[in-house]
């Protein structure tokens, strides 16, 4: 199993463009996940999706929208990069949104740099 | 909102057990206490979670105080591929989040 994956793994946008960041997890996880992590801080909860069909808010959402695909995938969209979006993305799923059965796992991470 | 406040550092010498301590005094009674870790920018990993009793596996042991408003990480034997931050959360019971904090950076030295 590859666990979670991300693509791509770099990227360099320039303000004001568009772009999609793909997960997908080969788990049969129901729930899915997207953090952001800045340089020397924890990470931030962008959006979660709990099961197919739903997506919900999380800490830090705006200027962000995201896509559950199918079970496997959990896309994340920027509409109109801006330099405060560079940041380190992280996917993570888990089997269960709540209780005990939430370990998350994450992917290896998108290194965006907006200029 | 801090839910978990942890020290920003810490050094242990190689082969020697780490124990890295976790305060969540606002804890509530059915929020479980989770450490993860991430080492050099990688994706977080997991490692033990736990409620009220103390928990063991095969990366480490988790100490939880009897009031759980305190925990402590426990790497028996810490090596160099232990060098990491840390991350203590405390899972809110609304929002379904998980806050990471900045964690602690445990430096194992030769």
């Known amino acids: 199993n590859a666990g979670v994956t991300q693509t791509p793994k770099f990227q360099v946008l320039k303000t004001g463009q568009s772009m999609t960041l793909q997960c997908a997890q080969d788990m049969n996880h129901n729930s899915m996940y997207w953090y952001r992590q800045d340089p020397g801080m924890g990470l931030r909860l962008i959006y979660y999706?709990?099961?197919?069909?739903?997506?919900d808010k999380g800490e830090v959402p705006n200027g962000y929208n995201v896509s559950r695909l199918n079970k496997r995938e959990f896309s994340l969209r920027l509409e109109s990069a801006a330099p405060s979006q560079t940041s380190v993305y992280f996917c993570?799923?888990?089997?269960?949104?709540?209780?005990?059965?939430?370990?998350?796992?994450f992917g290896p991470g998108t290194r965006l740099l907006v200029l | 909102d801090a839910k978990t406040t942890q020290p920003p550092s810490m050094d242990c010498a190689e082969g020697r057990a780490a124990n890295l301590p976790c305060n969540h005094s606002t804890i509530s009674g059915n929020e479980y206490v989770y450490w993860y870790r991430q080492i050099h920018s990688q994706g977080p990993q997991y490692i033990i979670h736990?409620?009220?009793n103390n928990e063991t596996n095969e990366m480490a042991s988790l100490i939880i105080t009897e009031d759980r408003k305190s925990s402590t990480l426990i790497l028996p034997h810490a090596t160099l591929r232990d060098t990491a931050v840390y991350y203590c959360?405390?899972?809110?019971?609304?929002?379904?989040?998980?806050?990471f904090g900045t964690g602690t950076s445990l430096t194992v030295i030769p």
């Open positions: 736990g409620l009220k």
């Open positions: 999706s709990a099961s197919e069909g739903t997506t």
């Open positions: 959360i405390v899972r809110v019971n609304t929002g379904n989040q998980f806050y």
């Open positions: 993570a799923s888990s089997e269960w949104l709540t209780g005990d059965r939430e370990t998350q796992y």
